[in-house]
């Protein structure tokens, strides 16, 4: 099939966090006739869509991605919303919007895809993706085939969803929003924003969002910055003044910065708490030896 794709790619270019090196090889598909072909035929590959919360070595990666930013077809049908997986998650709440639709006003704030929302059940300000998603359309591993579950079959919990299991993989889903005043939804929606901006990192500070996940009835974000990691402060990377929970890249920041850097918040929070605070991010690619350490603590075992 004639798939766009890409040999050696500087997948920097790609990243939020503007870190990363060469990728052997690289897909784009633009249809779900694409993205199962490739499913079926790619032995060793990784699925992204926005690289919104991925930390990518800047060793680089022998494997393949398949990134589905070019699957990006959505309808509206009254109050039902159908979305492809790489669908942007800020364009869909426009479009909500437009529609006079609410129930994707949380996502105007963050540039995650409707694939990788739906994998981490992502949420912000009282909702998340799993309130209104009525259907998922899955690849089923075990299958070979195209399934749909319901709501109730996705195993939503927090920043949690069945496809975290690895049997599935996201190609889309079907949404039930409601009826609101476009009025009120932009109000919401620019609230969102502001408060995002007041905390989070300009877009001249690269960043990946929230490093940890919040612990089970506490904050991540609470426990670094009663712990003081707002004062470290590397020479490439740095924790943001306004929220201890962000990483920014200040320029050249490599992948052994930012983990080093993870590596001294995660010890400073389990030194004066004894919490254990596990990482959002995903870290992708070759390591060196300090790199193979660090991932070894953080996520307990070692990182592709």
């Known amino acids: ?5 890409k040999e050696n790619f500087e997948i920097k270019n790609l990243t939020s966090f503007k ?19 490739l499913i079926k035929t790619e032995k060793d590959y990784i699925i992204l869509g926005s690289c ?56 105007i704030g963050f540039p995650g895809s409707v694939g ?14 799993s309130d209104t ?27 949690h969803s069945i496809l975290q299991s690895g049997r599935y993989i996201a190609l889309g889903a079907e949404f039930d ?30 960043n990946a969002g929230s490093v940890f996940k919040n612990p089970e009835h506490d904050s991540a974000g609470r426990l670094l910055d009663k712990a003081g990691v707002k004062d470290f402060d590397l020479p490439r990377a740095a924790v943001w003044q306004k929220h201890a929970n962000f990483i920014i890249n200040k320029g050249d920041a490599t992948s052994e910065d930012i983990l080093e850097l993870m590596y001294l918040m995660y010890k400073k929070v389990k030194n004066m708490y004894t919490i254990e605070l596990v990482p959002e991010i995903r870290f992708i690619g070759k390591m060196n030896k300090h790199e193979e350490e660090i991932c070894q603590e953080l996520y307990k075992k070692t990182q592709k």
């Open 19 to 37: 870190i990363g090196g060469t990728v052997k090889k690289i897909f784009f598909p633009k249809t779900q006739t694409e993205f199962l072909h």
């Open 177 to 206: 929003l409601r009826k609101e005043n476009k009025k009120t939804i932009k109000e919401l929606m620019d609230r969102n924003l502001e408060f995002r901006k007041n905390i989070q990192p300009p877009l001249n500070y690269p």
């Open 52 to 107: 919104s919360n991925v930390l990518f070595s800047s060793q680089g990666y022998d494997g393949t991605i398949i990134c589905t930013t070019k699957m990006n077809r959505m309808e509206f049908r009254g109050t039902k919303v159908v979305a492809e997986c790489g669908v942007k998650g800020p364009l869909l709440a426009q479009k909500a919007l437009d529609a006079g639709l609410t129930g994707f006003e949380f996502m």
């Open 133 to 159: 998603l009525s259907l998922a359309c899955l690849y089923d591993k075990e299958k070979d085939d195209v399934v749909y579950l319901d709501n109730s079959m996705m195993e939503f919990g927090y920043r």
């Open 1 to 5: 099939m004639d798939i766009e794709f």
């Open 116 to 129: 990788g929302n739906i994998f981490m059940n992502a949420g912000a300000h009282s909702q998340s993706i």
